[in-house]
């Protein structure tokens, strides 16, 4: 059963991932890939995400659905928890794997994560050696890049990050629900950004 949970969200994901000529541009998609079990780990943002209602703008309505029946099998991410981030965002901001540490695939070339913000949250600043490239799946949220202007991104919209660029994002009046995917660098890390290095 968890194991069609799982393999239901990587066709679906699979499917987004070849029809998108930014993400495969990107990296192709793995070729090597093997299941690995994970350890459920639940945080609030989980529900969060499960009741959300503000995701019906979407490039794939069944990789949304995979997404859901994920989340309580997932192993939820706190990568920023003891960092001064503050509660309101530990408590809302959402983050599992799919492909790499603590998700259900493995794969020496290509990770891959869902990340959920409901509507009105901040994630600040912040940097990691691996290149990363975000595809938003449904709603939408304002992107930062630092040295360039902020822009609102929509269902099938990208934003690349170079390597330790700093980056952030902020959903405004509608939550946002993204595929994140990284080429490289898997052994480091994000880590908050220094006030005033980010401009
Ligand atoms: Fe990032």
Known sequence: MTAAVWSDLLRETAAVYHAHDDLTA?????????????VPHAIPSMRLLMAETGLQDTISAPLCEAVVAAAPI???????????IGQDFLDRFGCYSLIGSGG?????????????MPARLHYTWHHHPGEE?????????????????????RPGETSFHASNQPHAMTTHD??????VVWRNGFDTLPVLTPQGAAA
């Open 174 to 179: 509608h939550p946002v629900l993204c595929l």
């Open 26 to 38: 990107f990296a192709p998609f793995p070729t090597d890939l093997r299941a690995q079990s994970v």
């Open 104 to 116: 259900a695939y493995h794969s020496s070339t290509l990770w891959a994560w869902i990340v959920y």
């Open 74 to 84: 997932a192993r939820w991410r706190e990568t920023y928890k003891g960092t001064g």
């Open 133 to 153: 490239i975000y595809a938003v799946l449904a709603g939408q949220a304002e992107f930062m890049r630092a040295g360039e202007a902020g822009a609102v991104l």
